[in-house]
């Protein structure tokens, strides 16, 4: 019952914290209003011990107990200054953050700008849920920092809410402020671990040709057969899928054929996700190889050719699915 009381509150104290609604503008600034410092526990057990002392020279009236107490408190006050600093006017900005396949970790690229000639050091960008990052910021200079996030299931990703902070240079005061970037990660399905071979059709003539040393073209994969030779097996293949049928690849005298991923020949499936993982597996199987190949899902076709930006452009297409 407490709980979703004690969740909206936090989430109103993380948007109040953030100055506006999520996701923000880049360059995030990070100026006096967004940074929040308290004592850590070693911290207020400095200040229980200078409390302590305090009461201890004033019933002994000792001169010297009284300004080793100013002095040391005095030490504390700085050091609520600098770890202050360490944070102020620190900008933001995102950076990388390359796709991945669901169930791998996405790593989102933070550029991190310091304007002053100091350096910035021990420096801690967390996630929810994730491992701190610790890292040193250079005087007059930039650095990018990845954070990783674990990933489930596929299409866009946002970045959740960032924490930096810093308890530099004592450990007794902790600095913080909240940062939401602008950024988000593409997340393809997850290829298959067993799939059916890749599905032999008619070509139009445009496949892919690949010369071998004393073989023909290649042409596409089949089942293997016990009496197919070792080096035709497509290893690569292979290590992709861990229960899947072991793949020979066939050679012809012609140019290799194109082949065409159909959402039609699925239908028995019936399970979108599974569907969305065979294809997957053919895509990266067919890049693999070389080859030449076309995507129709419903509503949507993709001509057949080949190459990386045709390769991550049918990734796409699966991972915005419906």
């Given at each position: ?294 995507l129709r899902l419903p509503g949507k076709e ?21």
């Amino acid at each position: 019952m407490l709980a979703s009381p004690v969740a909206f509150l936090q989430e109103r104290f993380y948007r109040w914290a953030l100055r506006g609604h999520p996701p923000e503008a880049s360059p995030i600034r990070l100026t006096q209003r967004r940074i929040f410092v308290l004592p850590t526990r070693q911290g207020l057990a400095y200040a229980v011990s200078l409390l302590v002392m305090l009461i201890g020279a004033i019933n002994y009236n000792l001169s010297l107990g009284h300004a080793l107490v100013f002095l040391l408190a005095g030490l504390g006050a700085t050091a609520i200054l600098h770890t202050f600093r360490n944070l102020a006017y620190l900008q933001i900005c995102p950076g990388r953050c390359e796709p991945v396949f669901a169930g791998e970790h996405a790593r989102f690229g933070i550029v991190l700008a310091n304007q002053r000639r100091e350096s910035r050091p021990s420096v801690r960008l967390r996630l929810p849920g994730q491992v701190p990052v610790d890292v040193e910021i250079p005087g007059q200079a930039s650095i990018e920092v990845g954070l990783e996030l674990s990933t489930s299931s596929r299409g866009w990703l946002p970045l959740p809410r960032v924490t930096l902070e810093t308890n530099y240079p004592l450990g007794l005061i902790r600095a913080w402020s909240y940062v939401a970037p602008d950024q988000r990660c593409l997340v393809y399905p997850s290829p298959a671990s067993a799939a059916p071979p890749l599905p032999a059709m008619p070509g139009e003539g445009c496949g892919a040709a690949h010369q071998a040393s004393g073989m023909e073209d290649f042409s596409g994969l089949r089942l293997h057969q016990p009496a197919d030779p070792p080096r035709h097996v497509a290893w690569k293949s292979a290590a992709r899928q861990t229960e899947g049928p072991l793949l020979t690849k066939q050679f012809s005298g012609a140019a290799a054929q194109t082949l065409w991923f159909d959402w039609e020949m699925l239908s028995a499936y019936g399970d979108t996700e599974r569907c969305l993982s065979v294809m997957t597996r053919w895509i990266c199987d067919a890049h693999a190889a070389g080859l030449t190949w076309g995507l129709r899902l419903p509503g949507k076709e993709l001509a057949p050719a080949s190459g990386n930006a045709h390769f991550h452009a049918c990734l796409k297409l699966l991972a915005l699915y419906e």
